[in-house]
């Protein structure tokens, strides 16, 4: 599936990170309550994006992630990179790509759908807010 990229003109001072790394997992683990997390120390590299500079635009190119399963669960974790290669893991910032947001969004997302269309799935914006 296509998580399309996306572009913004920064400001003179503004400092971009070069690089995200988007790491995934498949172990979970499960609450009493059928909850699933992700299980802590099993995230392996999926994929490295590298952000370009073009004619004064920062870009983050498109990429492909494999869909969310329940029963073979895939986690996401977007990391960014800094300039000295520090990566920047934030707790709690797992994202899921499951089926029904490949239906409900035709085949493509743009990263910023994927990460408000999660926020909502864990309660962090209202439901339906997506699309108001």
């Not at 998580?3 to 997992?25: C, E, M, N, Q």
């Not at 239906?103 to 408000?116: H, K, N, P, R, S």
């Amino acid at each position: 599936m296509i998580v399309k990229g996306f572009s913004f003109k920064p400001k003179d001072s503004a400092t971009y990170h070069p690089i995200w790394r988007l790491y995934g997992t498949k172990e979970v683990f499960k609450y009493p309550d059928g909850r699933v997390k992700p299980q802590p120390g099993s995230w392996e590299l999926v994929c490295e994006l590298k952000v370009e500079m073009k004619r004064g635009k920062v870009i983050l190119p498109d990429f492909e992630l494999e869909p969310t399963q329940p029963g073979g669960w895939q986690f996401y974790n977007p990391v960014l990179v800094t300039r000295d290669g520090e990566e920047m893991w934030h707790p709690d910032n797992e994202i899921i790509f499951p089926r029904e947001m490949i239906a409900e969004f035709g085949g493509e997302v743009d990263i910023g759908t994927l990460m408000l269309y999660n926020l909502e799935l864990q309660g962090v914006i209202a439901p339906g807010q997506l699309h108001d």
